[in-house]
């Protein structure tokens, strides 16, 4: 059981968008702003895609956006494309528990 | 470029050591933290703990703390995880990635290629 719940699968069309859900605790999503989204490929290695919520490291789209609500933080990606067709990790740092870092279960999105 | 190089895949056996070396090269070594995490095979990841190159300074998951050890050879800017006493839940590819700032720890921008470990009984 991961400490962040996001949902299994998320899935839609070219072009279209779709949200992910990344959700926490005050000990951790809601607490600090200190989420990150990763991307993975089969038999790759993650690929950081935001971190601190909303900052985009370089060279990474803007159609991939973040933001926060309460304990819910989210990642967006407009314009969707087949290459966006990967498992979508969220993470963020914790205050509580035996961890400093904390990971949801993924999320695969499909590209229809 | 800025890279992290991790040493090869490992066959253990149940209660045996493990031993990962992290290469890092491209940037200043002991300017940003490294992590250490893991995924079972099919599973989500798992963070580990870090190690602050430049003081030596480490914090581990509590739930592993006594059997994992993080340490740094600066000479050869490389990072090391040990792990003591495995057991098939041991079993994952071991990542080491670097924290993206000295002030923003807890984001992770370079990977290691990752390191397969095997535990047999």
């Known amino acids: 059981q991961s400490a962040l719940t996001q949902p299994a699968s998320v899935s839609g069309s070219p072009g279209q968008s779709i949200t992910i859900s990344c959700t926490g605790t005050?000990?951790?999503?809601?607490?600090?702003?200190?989420v990150s989204w990763y991307q993975q490929y089969p038999g790759k290695a993650p690929k950081l895609m935001l971190y601190d919520v909303t900052d985009r490291p370089s060279g990474v789209s803007d159609r991939f956006s973040g933001s926060k609500s309460g304990n819910t933080a989210s990642l967006t990606i407009s314009g969707l494309q087949a290459e966006d067709e990967a498992v979508y990790y969220c993470?963020?740092?914790?205050?509580?528990?035996?961890?400093?870092?904390?990971f949801g279960g993924g999320t695969k999105v499909t590209v229809l | 470029q800025v890279q992290l190089v991790q040493s090869g895949a490992e066959v253990k056996k149940a209660g045996a050591s493990l031993k990962v070396s992290c290469k890092a090269s491209g940037y200043t070594f002991t300017d940003l933290y490294i992590h250490w995490l893991r995924q079972a095979p099919g599973q989500g990841l798992e963070w580990l703990g870090w190690i602050n190159p430049n003081s030596g300074a480490t914090i581990s998951a509590r739930n592993l703390q006594g059997r994992v050890t993080m340490t740094r050879d600066t000479s050869i800017t490389t990072a090391y995880m040990d792990l003591k006493s495995l057991t098939s839940d041991d079993a994952a590819m071991y990542y080491c990635?670097?924290?993206?700032?000295?002030?923003?720890?807890?984001?992770?921008?370079?990977w290691g290629q990752g390191t397969l470990v095997t535990v047999s009984s």
């Open positions: 990635a670097r924290a993206i700032g000295v002030f923003k720890k807890w984001s992770f921008d370079i």
């Open positions: 993470s963020s740092y914790t205050s509580s528990g035996p961890l400093d870092v904390v």
């Open positions: 005050s000990s951790d999503v809601g607490g600090y702003n200190y």
